[in-house]
């Protein structure tokens, strides 16, 4: 594992032409690669960059962005702005924190889903509003929170590459018919 963290590490910082100017950039690319920000993937932008440790975990910890803890397979967030929590985003959040058995801000124990709340996802007219991975589920109840996650824990099937003939309006089969007899 260390040598292929030296080797994303040193890759991303590459792409960034080493510059630590772009400290920001490299943390989201290390996020983007690993789903959160491992301990030697920072002490490797640390030893490469020349920046002291405590100052990139101080980047890390004051952007909400970043993760310092493993996350799920899938992010699920819950909108807790104004129309989202009068309609019951309160009972939403409990209700997942229940199924998935952690805390916003956690993981599931199975690494499946990791659960945080926003102050707002702009879908106020769908409220309350959950997404997974970035798909919008708008007017959720907390019975509907199960059917939701549901649809991300099932393992997808082979999917068939099954080409389907258009349907056709009754002139347009009536002309295919007459072409057909004409010849």
Same mark, same amino acid.
């Given at each position: 594992m260390a040598a292929q963290v030296v080797d994303t590490i040193g890759k991303i910082i590459k792409d960034h032409k080493r510059d630590a100017g772009d400290l920001i950039g490299?943390?989201?690319?290390?996020? %983007?690669e690993y789903r959160y920000l491992p301990r030697e993937a920072l002490d490797e932008v640390s030893k490469k960059l020349k920046i002291p440790v405590n100052r990139l975990y101080a980047? %890390?910890?004051?952007?909400?962005?970043?993760?310092?803890? !493993?996350?799920? /397979?899938?992010?699920?967030?819950?909108?807790? *702005?104004?129309?989202?929590? &009068?309609?019951? %985003? *309160?009972r939403i959040v409990d209700e997942l924190s229940r199924i998935l058995d952690t805390e916003s801000g956690g993981t599931s124990k199975?690494?499946?889903?990791?659960?945080?709340? &926003?102050?707002?996802?702009?879908?106020?007219?769908?409220? !309350? &509003?959950?997404? &997974?991975?970035?798909?919008?589920?708008?007017?959720?109840? %907390?019975?509907?929170?199960?059917?939701?996650?549901?649809?991300?824990? /099932? !393992?997808?099937?082979?999917? /068939?590459?099954?080409?389907?003939?258009?349907?056709?309006? *009754? /002139?347009a089969k009536a002309k295919s018919s007459r072409k057909a007899r004409s010849k």
């Open positions: 490299i943390l989201q690319d290390i996020q %983007a980047v %890390a910890t004051f952007f909400r962005a970043f993760y310092l803890e !493993p996350r799920g /397979k899938h992010d699920c967030l819950v909108c807790t *702005g104004t129309a989202c929590h &009068v309609r019951g %985003a *309160g199975d690494g499946n889903f990791s659960l945080d709340t &926003v102050n707002c996802l702009g879908a106020c007219a769908l409220g !309350p &509003v959950v997404t &997974v991975d970035g798909n919008i589920h708008g007017k959720i109840n %907390a019975k509907s929170v199960r059917k939701v996650l549901e649809m991300y824990e /099932k !393992p997808k099937g082979k999917v /068939k590459n099954e080409v389907k003939k258009p349907k056709r309006s *009754g /002139k």
